[in-house]
């Protein structure tokens, strides 16, 4: 079954429509339909604040999201997406564009690589899972002029593919640029792909609730295989399992920018001096010691969302009191800190002796966080958010093992 037919739909008004224009384009090949979609159904799109549109998924889990933050789409792009990344414009770039949707996120890199570049090349590897998403790229008004060669690449996939038929689009898209378009599940294009190939790997998906796939551990150590040694994974999460994944897969973490949330997302590079921001203290303490940082599982890279959630759900129970400190009232934060409100140090304390540590104020709480006392926002090879979490968990479990010297 393909996504289209997957997902339980209540909003498929808009893709509905963009699959019977395209049909129609293929039975009558006239332009007409594609040419006045917009016009035709533009309430079926969203505005955002900046100006360029977005348009609401299918429902998915009993979800429904918009594809892009409503602060604005395209800004979002060069927000979350470009700014953050470390480009060498005099060498050949290459992007891995993970959920391309409208094409908004390859569209700002195009921007920047156009501004900046003099003669290297730009190679984007675009995957979006949904015909009629990227459809809706074509019908959409480009936000920037970019767009439109990131449109002339997805079009010319959907007539490769015999989705779309006319060749509309006009726009030429420049010898230095190369733009693959895979339509199909990232967590199989990505097991394809060549080792040590991108200099960024672009990850947008829905959220954890809603695609906890395409944040899980075992993609995640396909980035690492596929990422180059000085790139950087954008995500505009900061969601602790999310976080704790890209540890195991072997990334140093960092945060991200702010834009329409209230908190920075999540960057991660094999070189922690590719990442300037450390992590949030609180934030570095809960992935490390709390059943919140338990990552999600895919094993073989095909279970499905709701078998996924459900397995981490499971994995949560049971490690809780026994490998990690419970999450409930945010128990770790409050490790070498005192407490004033009683009845809340009651609660972090009972959870705290089930993990043998004392207390709030004892040694063991004092030897598990000791190495936040070092901490500084700005990170470097040794001091990272990395380091400093990995050394938490470790010294976690020597305390819940007995193996703590309390002298
Ligand atoms: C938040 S939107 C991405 C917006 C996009 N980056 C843009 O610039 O317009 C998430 C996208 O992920 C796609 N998607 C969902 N599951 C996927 C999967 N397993 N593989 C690839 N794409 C997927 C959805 O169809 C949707 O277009």
Redesign the pocket.
Known sequence: MN?EENARIINDDIFDLVNSCFDQEKSSRNNEGRVNFFDTYKDYFVLTDDGSYSIK?KEINHKV?T??TSTG?ISE?FEKFIRPMKFNYDDDIAIL??????????SAAIAEFLDNSTDSNLTVDM????HA?LAC?LLVPSPIKEHDITKKAIENELIAQDYATLNLETYEIPDNIDINVYI????QTVQRLESNTYDAI?L???SQNM?P??FSLEFFKQFRRVIKDNGIVATYTSSAPVRDAFIEADFYIGQGPIFGRKQGGTLASPNPLMLDTSLPKNDEIRIALSDVGIPFRDPNLNSDSDYILEKRTEERHNARHNTRISSAVKTPIFLACEMDDEKLKRRVERNLAKMNIPSTTSNEAYYIVECENNYSKKQDEKNNSRNRILDMKEKLKKVKSGNYDNT
């Not at 995957?127 to 949904?130: K, R």
């Not at 199909?184 to 967590?187: H, I, K, L, N, V």
Request: aromatic content about 12%.
């Open positions: 996504y998924s999201e594809l892009h789409a792009s564009d993970i959920c391309a949707g409208l094409g908004y996120n390859t995957v979006e899972i949904s998403t790229g199909e599940d990232a967590r672009f947008d998906p829905f695609a796939e395409l």
